[in-house]
């Protein structure tokens, strides 16, 4: 008999970030904290669950994809990626429920792994703050760490505190997205980090257009280099032998496991970025379990958020998640801390505004709106250091005053000096 799906519930929430880190997310990744549950039913009364990143993911759920997916064998759609990340999710769930085995063993690859290296993830912060993330990190069972490494922060500042409260076998990946330009750039700042023992992984120094720069910059420095995937481009980093490994992401279960058997076939290890709570975490594991060259620690963010929306918590230590083994998913969905959540339309976060002041190692400061002016000036315009000793950047909220609201209004129209 087929496993007819009944029904497809969808609810939207906004799951709090953790203290520490909720005003540096609100920068750029606020609206990581907009997810879309889906609940699928079938005919059986079996239940699946899922999540979407709206503002975040590769696919979206449209009402065409529920109207497709009501009535059908649910079974059957298993692999079609374009229904939707949280949909295609809840979809493994349900399966993986009425035939009672984990979601790997519905991904038809063999398990390499029952434990999965994992990441602890942050976005551009200051020095001291990544060092007590770094120490609830070790205290939460990871053993690697992954940070955003931007010009109007000294990463060697970053990755330093770091260091400082950890065992040298904590590994701190590090990523540009570009931001170091060139490899002429990009080169001196690395090869002073390649110095500390516990520097893991250089994501994206140079553009990812600049093929023969990322070759250049790998030829230079001792740390793996490694770039997100990209169909159209893999043939070219192959030929030119141009990174270590990739990032494996923006892709429904049947993409990732394609992308991860690429990765195999030219033995390029890569770790899979797919950001979410609970849920996406350990549906990232079970995908993390059958694909051989998934060695890297996977990212999922899971830390930043203050509720991971399970009942049970994912079992971490030692720097690998376990693989669960209960039916589906193998997690149990809060659904209190769902209804505490839930959020009414529009579907968008919005944050104080903020003045974003660059303080340079000679002294010198320069004041911006927002994260994206900052962004183009020293990605696109290459209008500042690339990494600047001593760089830092302060965050001042608006208070309400008529001083702030003129200095805002002044930044809004060009990034002004102080």
Same mark, same amino acid.
């Given at each position: 008999?087929?496993?007819k799906?009944?029904?497809?519930d ?5 799951? !709090?970030?953790? $203290? ?32 979407t ?7 979206t ?16 759609l ?13 979809l ?9 085995v ?30 007590a ?9 990871y053993?690697a760490?992954?940070i ?34 060139? !490899?002429?750039e ?10 500390? !023992? ?9 553009k ?72 996406t ?18 990212v ?34 809060d ?8 959020? $009414?339309? !529009?579907?968008l976060?919005?944050?104080?505004r ?11 400061r ?11 000036d020293c ?32 930044a ?7």
């Amino acid at each position: 008999m087929k496993l007819k799906v009944a029904k497809v519930d969808r609810v939207m929430v906004n799951v !709090p970030f953790r $203290d520490r880190v909720r005003p540096w997310n609100e920068l750029l990744v606020g609206q990581f904290g907009v997810v879309e549950i889906v609940r699928v039913e079938s005919t059986t009364g079996h239940v699946g669950y899922g999540e979407t990143l709206i503002h975040y993911t590769w696919q979206t759920v449209s009402e065409q994809a529920v109207v497709r997916t009501v009535g059908a064998d649910a079974v059957g759609l298993l692999a079609d990626d374009s229904l939707g990340a949280g949909l295609q999710m809840a979809l493994y769930d349900l399966v993986g429920h009425a035939l009672e085995v984990p979601m790997w063993k519905l991904l038809g690859q063999p398990m390499v792994r029952d434990r999965v290296p994992i990441s602890w993830w942050n976005t551009k912060m200051p020095a001291k703050l990544l060092a007590a993330e770094a120490e609830d990190a070790l205290r939460e069972g990871y053993r690697a760490h992954k940070i955003k490494a931007r010009p109007w922060f000294d990463v060697r500042e970053q990755v330093a505190a770091i260091a400082a409260v950890t065992p040298e076998s904590y590994a701190i990946d590090i990523d540009w997205n570009g931001m170091l330009r060139t !490899p002429g750039e990009a080169v001196p700042v690395l090869r002073e980090l390649d110095r500390e !023992p516990r520097t893991g992984l250089y994501e994206s120094p140079v553009k990812q257009t600049d093929i023969a720069g990322m070759a250049e910059v790998r030829s230079q420095v001792a740390r793996p280099v490694v770039e997100h995937y990209i169909a159209t481009r893999f043939p070219d980093w192959i030929r030119a032998d141009g990174v270590d490994g990739f990032v494996v992401c923006l892709a429904g279960p049947p993409g990732i496991i394609a992308q991860g058997l690429q990765c195999a076939v030219f033995n390029k290890e890569f770790f899979l970025q797919i950001v979410g709570t609970g849920l996406t975490t350990a549906y990232t594991i079970h995908l993390g379990a059958v694909l051989t060259h998934a060695r890297m620690p996977s990212v999922t963010c899971l830390n930043v958020y203050a509720d991971d929306l399970l009942v049970h918590p994912l079992a971490i230590s030692d720097g690998f998640a376990e693989v669960p083994t209960a039916p589906g998913l193998g997690i149990e969905v809060d659904l209190d801390a769902i209804e505490r959540y839930r959020m $009414d339309a !529009p579907y968008l976060n919005v944050f104080p505004r903020k003045l974003l002041t660059v303080q340079f190692g000679d002294g010198r400061r320069r004041c911006y709106s927002d994260i994206h002016q900052l962004w183009r000036d020293c990605r696109e315009a290459g209008a500042l250091p690339v990494q600047d000793r001593g760089a830092t950047l302060d965050l001042e909220t608006d208070d309400g005053s008529g001083d702030f609201d003129t200095r805002y209004r002044a930044a809004q129209t060009w990034p002004y000096w102080l």
